[in-house]
Every structure is written in C-alpha cells, then in structure tokens.
T-cell receptor, first 114, second 113 residues
Framework: QKEVEQNSGPLSVPEGAIASLNCTYS??????FFWYRQYSGKSPELIMS????GDKEDGRFTAQLNKASQYVSLLIRDSQPSDSATYLC??????????????FGGGTRVLVKP | GAGVSQTPSNKVTEKGKYVELRCDPI?????LYWYRQSLGQGPEFLIY????????DSGLPNDRFFAVRPEGSVSTLKIQRTERGDSAVYLC???????????FGPGTRLTVL
C-alpha cells in the first residue's frame, strides 16, 4: 500500500476557477507535508510546505492539513493555463528520523483550459 | 546563485553495463538526496547524505546501487550490471540542513536497452 495517495487526474478546470487537489497519507506520525509542482520533463519545484493543522496561504495557493483525518489539500485560486502541471504531495517522516526523506504520492495532473 | 546540477542529462546504456550519475549540490548545502522517478509516478527516495556520510540508504533497491559523497559536496550514484527496470529519471536534491527545503536538480534520464 502506497503511503501517500493522490488521484492521478487529469483534473480539468476552466481558467479563473479554483482547482482543488487532495492527498491522503498512512503514516500517522508524519508531521511535515509539501506540495511540489512538476512541469512535463522538468524537476519538482516546491510550492508550499505545511506543518500544523489548518490552512496556510501563499498568494493564489492555500494548503490545508488535517492530521486527524490524515489528509492534505491544495487549492489553486484563479487558475491560469500556466498552472497546468503535475502536482506532487509529499510527506516527511517524524523524528527521530534523519533528514527529510520525502515520500511522494503519484501526483495529480492539472489541466487549466482557457 | 547556481542551483543543483546533474550530469549527464541523458544516459543510454546497454543491459549489464556500469553507469555513474553525478550531482553537484547548491554550494554550502550539507544535505543531499537521491530519488528515482519512473514515468507517471512520483519520485521515490533512494539515499540521503548528511555531509560525507550516508545517513539513510534504505531506499536503494539492491546491492547493484551505490552512492558516494567523499568530500561532502559532489555525489555520484553508481549502478552496476544495469537492468532494463533501472530505466528512470534520477533526481538529486540538496538542502541547507537535514530538515530544510529540498531543491531538485534537472535529473538524469537513464535508459537501459
């Protein structure tokens, strides 16, 4: 069983709409979560990190973490065609693990249509 | 400043051959990670270095895979007796410390024929 699960998509949203992405994880001890964006043929780029329950906003992006339900979500407001990419959810192991060995989900492909 | 660099960008080899993949992290970053990404999947952790030592190599799939970081900067991932199943993009990431943001390099696409 994969430790971090995402719907593979594609998630098709019209330009200007809100894209909502979800991610669930199985390791209840995980405390740090990350959303990466990956354009086709490129490497992952960090968008957001979240460590505490609740919401965290950064520009058009909002990450939400619910540790009791073991899910993380990402909202993209006012979606633009340039947001079309694969979004990867990743979790880091709890202490005393060394480093931030990230466990990634399979990614959700988002397609923003003009 | 310069980001993480990886060479070569593409590597095509034949089954059974030996390959080396190089990663040059961001200057001053003490933590270095190797991941492998197969088509349509998320990156999969291979190994983590803190300085010169491998702090966690639990993701290496078998003993054909080995990585070094002798001077605490550049790292080399070595794959012996390559198999077709080793074909993937090998990503390197570095961070300032063990729990800081990881910055990924462009990856090396390995194709084993």
């Amino acid at each position: 069983q994969k430790e971090v699960e995402q719907n593979s998509g594609p998630l098709s949203v019209p330009e200007g709409a809100i894209a909502s992405l979800n991610c669930t994880y199985s390791d209840r001890g995980s405390q740090s979560f990350f959303w990466y964006r990956q354009y086709s043929g490129k490497s992952p780029e960090l968008i957001m990190s979240i460590y505490s329950n609740g919401d965290k906003e950064d520009g058009r992006f909002t990450a939400q973490l619910n540790k009791a339900s073991q899910y993380v979500s990402l909202l993209i407001r006012d979606s633009q065609p340039s947001d079309s990419a694969t979004y990867l959810c990743a979790g880091a192991p709890p202490p005393p693990a060394a480093g931030n060995k990230l466990t990634f989900g399979g990614g959700t492909r988002v397609l923003v249509k003009p | 400043g310069a980001g993480v660099s990886q060479t070569p960008s593409n590597k095509v080899t034949e089954k059974g051959k030996y390959v080396e993949l190089r990663c040059d992290p961001i200057s001053g970053h003490t933590a270095l990670y190797w991941y492998r990404q197969s088509l349509g999947q998320g990156p999969e952790f291979l190994i983590y270095f803190q300085g010169t030592g491998a702090a966690d190599d639990s993701g290496l799939p078998n003993d054909r895979f080995f990585a070094v970081r002798p001077e605490g900067s550049v790292s080399t991932l070595k794959i012996q007796r390559t198999e077709r199943g080793d074909s993937a993009v090998y990503l390197c990431a570095s961070s300032a410390g063990g729990t800081d943001t990881q910055y990924f390099g462009p990856g090396t696409r390995l194709t084993v024929l």
